[in-house]
């Protein structure tokens, strides 16, 4: 018989960013580019997307899907229902099983209707205080349709005595707490926002003589639309045919950007304060390759999200870089409806070792984080399978000790491997040779902090690896969730 | 207004592999190791696939769909209808435009009932007489239900006079000419066959007490199978629960194994000949470093399949590998019914550059092959953008200048740029600062001829850079294909 | 050729109620029930369905499905989704163009969720002052969702300052106008509602321990359930597992139940006033005989609605009733995407002549109504065609004069063609060799009333023939409808 | 708890014929007379249909689909993918169970290519040696795809010597036993043929310049073809542009038109031998009065199929004719993946009882026939639940005691009610007041034949009543089944 396979296949062991947003204003027949412009950013979000249109004839139009952009947003038939030069979408990923199914409804962007006309919002991010602005709506009469933080908003909104929707959208985030890149839209208007931290990334665009907001450079890359700039935290723009205004709704802050949007959530095409997200990875790798070289033959990027790092380890240490590991390029993202098989086929079915490569060599392999451990010990199972001599796991992240609050799908702290354990402890767990992850001062070297992470003010929102949170999780701390002065 | 983009985004520009096989015995619940090979394969056809199952209790079951193995033979409620220890399955690329769409009936296996049981078959490659042999058996009285070559052989098996499914299959086949690997089977037998060249790959493998036959090796791996040995050029095994047996029912001839497999068709984590095929492309990209050594910053990959070349040019050279352009991996195979934005979208959507690694930069494109030129020509344009200095195109073939008849999708011979320029009309036509092919010489040294091509007997078919067809494409020269030695 | 056909097949040129409603409480898989009935009263709605359950252990559940009950609540997959002891449900008909298609989110039950718990709803009927209650609540903050009229209740509830739920819909009640039975939910009690007129119908029954709401009787027969009473107009009971509580929100009124309930709207089997609406139809038949005698071969109905009218008519007259019209059953409520030729094929899609028993007879056609005329004209050319000698319409109800704004899909005025014609006017325009309509004395003489309708407080609301509103229809009147009065 | 209810809900308790047949030839755009034709001939054949076209730009194109007519034949973009002035068409029943699941395959017209061009053919009817035939093919060499009949024939020509088609048609027939009405097409012709005893029906009509074959007349009216004349037992009809040619392929025999298709499986507005079935129902209804008269207040049918002769026997009789029964318009063919609580339906889920009509009264019952038995004791259970006095049962038909091997699925005989009981027998089974059924010679009267049956020489196939089969059922007798003669 054949022998037994490890379990769990669709275990991808990765942190996840939970959503894309994106809009665009002054050209023709908006909605296509947003469906582009989302086809880019669908790494952050692969389970569903929506788009919301405006014309002057047809009104505000929406459609949500369920799946890829590309098997979504790309048909003729369904395009032309979303006419008109302003438009602003939504991908989102799925969250883990405990939460549910997303319902159709949970998908953005979410609309309202006002007095004085309609608004549609999307977010990526997460606001810390939504249960108990929801608990305080609903006393007050509103009905919620949804579980998405979105609509908080727009009931705040609802409720506002200003007299603009903009207006009113600032009366409302006053009252938010969070991490959180916004994008609305009005009849006329599109509307961008970043928290006060300016904790997810927000860009913006020149398309002709239209602009565009997009969580990530990439997505204007597609398109074929300029970089103009970055959103700033803090930062409320609201653009329409006769320019961009910025406000400032929020008391300012210290910027604290995700640290991790370097290291694995953004698309190493992307530009990230002037530098490209694979220069950051590769440098990573340099980094990485000085405080834990070691010997080998051949250095192996885990496909495809440590490739970067791996290239950059391997410009440091001299040692050749190789693809040891084969990605099946086939592999969608779930199985529907598996059979037992399928069940107990593990990481097999979308990575294969290159078995006459790998043959008694020493390897490197290089990935970009750890979080459960699960992948990474199934991947070395296959690599001493297939012969290796000496398996080296080299981190491009610190350990990742504590959840993500702030919009990233986190399992809970006592699955994380290095909540619980030290180097040594999960190295032994993973049965390799050696184990290292890049220091914290290394990741903020290799992130262009050449003095290493300021400990009294960190550059960075680094909580998944120090556990120090820049906005307090609220909602969590009711739930139970401890913070490590509480430990 | 945003300027006009490239067109026709789903040139893939390649040339495609026509199919891929898999089969099954002596293991329970066959047809989920199938599917899990097939998978494997996936990138040999990724159109449709069937699967024929054979259990005492059901006889013959199928199923045949349209789309990825992973989101069709992937459900428990589907397989539970392919029972029994013994199944055979196929995977099938979408021929170009002009041919039509497949039906489903074209789909493989293909079944027939015959006095003495059924048998089911599918096959790799092409029968270049099959237009001839369907001409004389409707003639006689045969009724064909599909355009597949695999009908032609079991209406030959059909008219045989001998007693057993194997005699009848060795009558049909030397009947047949052409380039092809079957895989058949059965009530209780699965069989395998190459033809008398060897052109298309079928190798052998070990499931616990069972046996495997498949197109690749890296669909042994998927399912935990030993590698046996690759079925010989010419030979028939018919493999039962007593054992194999080995059959020889064509002419012995010298082997041509198809080079093009090393440097596109089969996986990287294939072993072809003892060699990893991943290990081959380095060695493609190492020898052209050398012999088309250039000045350069950074060495890139086209993404995906001229990675390893490019590794091996890097190796060689000394100069820097980098991922100068990012594949969207989110990209499927086609878009649905495609907005004319989309249409007009070109290789962005697909592609992009990794703009603030690439400006001011001289790169070396590393690809595996040019066919039309299109693609080639959009990413240079890309690149150019993004401001890069000098691009240099480095291709791991020689030019492709004859269209392939054994199994493999060619445009038309006034299609390929290398059958209607030089190689310095080519470069000037690209736009590019350097282009240079690998040499014909060059490439069997790669693939391990230390003394390049025998040009008496040479080891391997080379027909589409050479123009020499080791087997005559009967029917097309009937539908006015011109030989080299007629031009 | 074939001669040209007759246009517009779908026209069904019938007045169409708009929904129908179900509720039960106090037995196992509640929801299973509320399908079955559902599906009884489909004539009430064929557009569209919802369930909503509710269990201790999964709270709230819902499912709302385009397409017939029969095809949607019946997979045991669906249904599993719905479980719990108590479930509401509606059928709802898809109004016509002008209005554009239904959004799956203005399919009821609509659910909203309030401090002190869940509550769905969902109504047979209209609001008639759904537009101003509207607009005040979008002033004060409410965001709606839907366009149903339900989502004003829901929303009056959110905003009521009364602690228990059913105090709520009191409270919300007393600010609707309209004609409309409610069956609504709680997580323990299930409510029905007629407004002050009892315009609407809405029976109370008896399963098992528990109970049921439902529009008609017939739904009562289906799930074998007894039938209790009438709920009567201005009721509204709250129905628990202790028993039922009759409450009364309204100032009192006397009632207007709808008339053509009796003519078209209610099933044959259906009981209304203690006598089968099939023997009401019967007696119109009868009625009809006697006011508009005709010599005759044979009495047909216009299948099937005509059906009762004309066994009655024969009956009366003693001339022989036939089936000279046969109905296709397998004609669907509609064709997807028809071709010109099906937009072409008209009346005969669904009705054909039998035309050797028709040929050389005078025939009375007795039909429930004639709205638009448009079929009636279709019938009479094929009833000519197939060689008549004579045409007598009878029809089943008075002349309809006047739009319904009570919950019933009716043409603007205009488009009426009593509204427009005298009598003469339209058997000249049908083309018939005579046409009469029943009284509407006659009318009410055969719903029981023996001396015919009371002009001052007349019995019934008859508005469709009168014109006289016995709710004013507020929201029309503001977009310009002008009631008689007013001509 | 509700109390149980009767078991069984799908079970229709009729035979039911198992197909329907249509072509046109001479107009533009055939294929959409022949979808009309086929929904008029639904009744005939729910599970499936397919149509061939030919068109000398596209050639054969053909589409099967599982489904009503009106769901899949009438979507534009299907129909143009069937152009050209000549097509024909098929619809299917769904065979019982034991035979499982039809494949699409299986879903006719089969087509075929031959050496001098492609044909296709559908037949309505049975082939009783088509399993010997089949065994001989294959034996020869043919592959088979499918398990229909019309395949043999296809078989059978692709082997005549003949030099046309219709000439092999003939040579392939003379071969084939059963009864059958076959329609078919080559790329210029339009075929009709009946076996020799004209078991089946099949008439001829014109269309503008062309002309139509149907299985019964209602499909002519449906696209206002004219009618011609029925094609006669034994008679093959060849029709292109210039004519019909009227050929004799078989040994002339005495006709044997089947019975049952006046008593139930022709549509009532269909007109066999100048008469229309309605009125022969309706005739069959005034024998049966006459023949087993009964005091009582209404006669009800059993609806749809029993209303012509309950019209017949109340005015024989004098009794009123009542809907006593109602049938629920919206009862689909079948439930996909039911509840248990549906499956526990019964027959209330299709039929209710219009419970105050009924209540005190005698009641006479008229179906069309009895099967097995198991409606007729559902329907019985409603009636007295509702509160009916008696209940007598009129069936207008002789009882149903031996299987039809000509096309029409009927269950095993020993399934037959009348096979195994008595008519008191049947009568105490059914727990009613009295059941009886017309005479074989009532029948044949009413059908027209004024001295009743034939007993030397019986006018028409009755062998469901008597048990004489004029074609010997070879296959079923190889099966094991008994004649009368032999038991």
């Known amino acids: 018989m054949p022998r037994p396979l490890p379990s769990h296949p669709f275990d991808d062991d990765k942190l996840r960013e939970e959503c894309g947003v994106f809009g665009v204003i002054g050209v023709a027949d908006a909605a296509n580019f947003v469906a582009l412009g989302l086809h880019a ?177 990439c997505a204007l890359d597609i398109i074929g639309a300029g970089f103009i700039r970055e959103i700033e935290p803090g930062e409320m723009v609201v653009i329409n045919a006769d320019g961009i205004e910025s406000h400032r709704p929020f008391r300012p802050k210290r910027p604290r950007f995700c640290i991790f949007e370097h290291v694995y959530f953004s698309r190493p095409d992307s530009i990230l304060g002037g530098r490209s997200v694979y220069e950051t990875r590769e440098a990573i790798g340099r980094e990485l390759a000085k405080e834990a070289p070691v010997e080998a033959e051949l250095v192996c990027p885990v496909p495809d999200s440590g490739t970067p790092a791996a290239i950059g380890y391997s410009l440091q240490s001299g040692i050749p870089y190789a693809m040891g590991i084969i990605r099946n390029q086939y592999m969608g993202r779930t199985f529907i409806e598996p059979t037992e098989q399928i069940r107990n086929m593990g990481v097999r079915l979308k990575l294969n070792v290159n078995r006459a490569l790998i043959r008694g060599k020493r390897v490197i392999l290089v990935d970009d984080s750890v979080v459960r451990g699960t992948t ?112």
Not at 379 to 402: N, Y
Not at 419 to 435: F, K, N, P, Q
Not at 441 to 459: K, S, W
């Open 376 to 487: 990474s010990q199934k991947i070395k199972e296959m690599i001493l399978d297939a012969g290796a001599a000496e398996v080296h796991f080299r981190i491009a992240s610190p350990p990742t000790a504590w959840p993500c609050f702030y919009g990233v799908d986190t399992p809970n702290r006592d699955k994380l491997l290095a909540a619980t354990m030290s180097e040594e402890e999960m190295r032994a767990h993973l049965g390799v040779d050696s184990l290292r992850f890049i220091s914290l001062d290394g990741l903020y070297r290799a992130v262009g902090e050449a003095t290493g992470r300021n400990a009294d003010h960190p550059q960075y929102c680094d909580a998944c690896f120090s556990g120090e949170y820049p906005v307090e999780p609220a909602d969590m701390i009711e739930k139970g969730f401890r913070l490590k002065a509480a430990e």
């Open 41 to 217: 950013l669908q790494h952050r979000g692969q389970e569903a997307g929506g788009i919301v249109s405006h014309d002057a004839q047809a009104g505000f139009q929406s459609a949500r899907r369920f799946g890829y952009v590309r098997d979504t947003f790309t048909s003729a038939s369904l395009m032309e229902t979303l006419p008109g030069p302003l438009a602003i979408g939504h991908v989102r990923y799925s969250t883990a099983g405990s939460k549910g199914q997303t319902a159709i409804r949970d998908v953005q962007p979410f609309f309202g209707e006002f007095a004085m006309g309609g608004a549609a919002i999307a977010h990526n991010g997460n606001i810390t205080n939504a249960d108990a602005l929801r608990r305080e709506l609903i006393e007050r009469g509103s009905i919620f349709q949804s579980s998405s933080d979105s609509e908080c908003i727009i009931h705040l909104m609802a409720r506002s005595l200003q007299r603009t929707i903009p207006e009113r959208m600032e009366d409302a985030l006053r009252r938010v707490e969070g991490a959180f890149s916004i994008v609305a839209m009005t009849r006329t208007k599109l509307i961008g926002v970043r928290d006060p931290l300016g904790v997810r990334p927000l860009v913006l665009g020149q398309l002709g003589d239209g602009h565009v907001l997009a969580s990530e450079t």
